[in-house]
T-cell receptor, first 115, second 116 residues
Framework: DVKVTQSSRYLVKRTGEKVFLECVQD?????MFWYRQDPGLGLRLIYF???????EKGDIPEGYSVSREKKERFSLILESASTNQTSMYLC??????????????FGSGTRLTVV | AQKITQTQPGMFVQEKEAVTLDCTYD???????LFWYKQPSSGEMIFLIY??????QNATEGRYSLNFQKARKSANLVISASQLGDSAMYFC?????????????FGQGTILTVHP
């Protein structure tokens, strides 16, 4: 069964900490994405990557960075966590050639609380 | 830029009845794909159904059908014979066809509650 795996289901961090959220996919997908989900706002794109070492800003990149050193792994980094980054974070991947039919495959999400 | 609008924050339906979840979209791309996802309380996003902008017929997947009205830019999800397990958040999303990166734009979501 193909999967996108996010390393943590729940995470509690302190303000100012550097936070790493990890995502791994086993489908050999070219594209990987990080979204955050907040009530009433739906899912908003933070960053995406279309190839190893390539990254593009999404709609809300401020306060975040990403790393993609291997095709299967896409990391989201909160350089200095703040309370307004408390949210649900969803990782997803897609095939460039089949996205119009199959859409995305999502991970189970990481619920991050910054205190 | 693409925009998806779901105007129903919450919907209620009786078990075994049909329900329609509304979705309107805005795009200047001639080619695009429309998706519906279900998110149960567990948080996982589950793909339900897909409609391509050039598809002549409305998409159907089991109890799910997509009422696609291109001129009105609407892509409503119809769930027939609702079940208690259908209670979840539902998201409408769109991907433009002009880019190979496939960035999905999501609506705000609709919470569906199915009553026994």
């Amino acid at each position: 069964d193909v999967k996108v795996t996010q390393s943590s289901r729940y995470l509690v961090k302190r303000t100012g900490e550097k936070v790493f959220l990890e995502c791994v996919q086993d489908m050999d997908h070219e594209n990987m994405f990080w979204y955050r989900q907040d009530p009433g706002l739906g899912l908003r794109l933070i960053y995406f990557s279309y190839d190893v070492k390539m990254k593009e800003k999404g709609d809300i990149p401020e306060g975040y960075s990403v790393s993609r050193e291997k095709k299967e792994r896409f990391s989201l980094i909160l350089e200095s966590a703040s309370t307004n980054q408390t949210s649900m974070y969803l990782c997803a991947s897609s095939s460039s050639y089949r996205v119009l039919v199959y859409g995305y495959t999502f991970g189970s999400g990481t619920r991050l609380t910054v205190v | 830029a693409q925009k998806i609008t779901q105007t129903q924050p919450g919907m209620f339906v009786q078990e075994k009845e049909a329900v329609t979840l509304d979705c309107t979209y805005d795009t200047s791309d001639p080619s695009y794909g429309l998706f519906w996802y279900k998110q149960p309380s567990s948080g996982e996003m589950i793909f339900l159904i897909y409609q391509g902008s050039y598809d002549q017929q409305n998409a159907t997947e089991g109890r799910y059908s997509l009422n696609f009205q291109k001129a009105r830019k609407s892509a409503n999800l119809v769930i027939s014979a609702s079940q208690l397990g259908d209670s979840a958040m539902y998201f409408c999303a769109m991907v433009p066809g002009g880019t190979s990166y496939g960035k999905l734009t999501f609506g705000q979501g609709t919470i569906l509650t199915v009553h026994p």
